[in-house]
């Protein structure tokens, strides 16, 4: 009896993970999981692409979010919409470059000056064309949204320079161009995926990380990180993913509601961190965090030149330059 209610809630769990999509009446319930806690950014951005998801096509879809990375972190989770098992994710381009070799470019520390340039960037045609590679590879980019940019936290020591931050163990994400970029600051990488990085930091598994201050609010990375420096070293873009085995379902009409569902997120989203970013800082040092506003950004960017030289072979100086020189 026991083995048979098992096997049964197995073949049920199966089931309701193999298609992400379940239907219930008349009403599909999706999936979208993000890897931080839904009081985020990205739980915004979640919660605005669901809420014009079942006003524009009059209820008939529904979600159900999977925030803290319930679903695992970044990586798993893209792989999961890839297989079908995830219907969506909000996600930061850490490990996407893994998926979409093209987009790694986007994660080049240093590239963009500001949000106003970034976010007008992605939304350009350029911005387009990077999304038009997502097919290919098995996934739907419905849009960029935003993550922001990174700053580096740390228990050790204030990081105004690169040789403050070198001999650090910290932890990245995913992404072999964060990587590169930051082994000239001295730091040594350590890939890791968001749900784990808590865990590691409190333990003492590496020094420090690096996140947007939305980050490090909503994952309150103040309860176990001392020093905040805000380096801003590179803009951390986030998409919201689907599959063309998704999308094709869909009738045209409501293809075009999950577009501009994904358009209004994206506002929402950046919203959110505009206005975390404006307030963040003050309350981060009201948790006890001990904020370094001044730091030297020439020298990290004179560290960067060797790295910057491997990106040219990889992406073409041209390319690079193309995105510093776009206003
Ligand atoms: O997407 O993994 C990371 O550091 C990301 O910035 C975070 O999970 C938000």
């Known amino acids: ?92 381009t850490g490990p996407v470059g893994n998926f979409v070799p093209e987009i790694k470019i986007v994660d080049i520390p240093f590239l963009f000056r500001d949000y106003d340039h970034a976010r007008r960037y992605l939304d350009s045609a350029n911005g387009d064309a990077l999304l038009a590679k997502f097919p290919a590879k098995g996934l739907v980019a419905l849009v960029w949204t935003e993550n922001g940019f990174r700053h580096m936290t740390n228990n050790k020591r204030p990081i105004v320079k690169p040789e403050d931050a070198s001999g650090l163990k910290m932890r990245t994400m995913e992404n072999k161009v964060h990587m590169d970029g930051y082994r000239t600051f001295g730091i040594r990488p350590t890939p890791m995926a ?18 947007p201050i939305p980050v490090i609010l909503a994952a309150k990375l103040s309860q176990v990180q001392k ?83 491997a990106y040219a072979k990889e992406f073409g100086a041209e390319n690079i330059r193309k995105i510093q020189d776009f206003k």
Request: with cysteine; net charge negative.
């Open 1 to 92: 009896m026991k083995i048979r209610q098992t096997l049964y809630t197995t073949v049920v769990t199966a089931a309701t993970l193999l298609l992400a999509a379940g239907t219930v009446g008349a009403q599909t319930i999706v999936k979208i999981g993000y890897a931080i806690a839904q009081n985020s950014h990205a739980g915004v951005g979640a919660t605005t692409f669901c809420d014009e998801i079942e006003k524009g096509t009059q209820g008939r879809y529904k979600c159900q979010q999977f925030p803290n990375g319930s679903l695992g972190g970044e990586r798993e989770m893209v792989e999961a919409v890839q297989l079908g098992t995830l219907d969506f994710v909000d996600t930061s």
């Open 194 to 211: 968001f749900p784990e990085v808590f865990g590691a930091l409190q333990q003492g598994v590496v020094d420090g990380q690096e996140n």
């Open 227 to 309: 020093y905040l420096s805000l380096t801003g070293h590179v803009y951390s873009p986030s998409l919201i993913l689907t599959s063309p085995r998704f999308m094709n379902k869909l009738t045209e009409a409501d293809k075009k509601v999950f577009y501009s569902a994904a358009k209004v997120a994206n506002t929402a989203q950046r919203k959110k961190v505009n206005d975390d970013e404006a307030a963040g800082i003050a309350q981060l040092e009201a948790d006890g965090m001990s904020v370094i506003k001044q730091v030297d950004t020439a020298a990290f960017v004179k560290a960067l030149e060797p790295a910057y030289a």
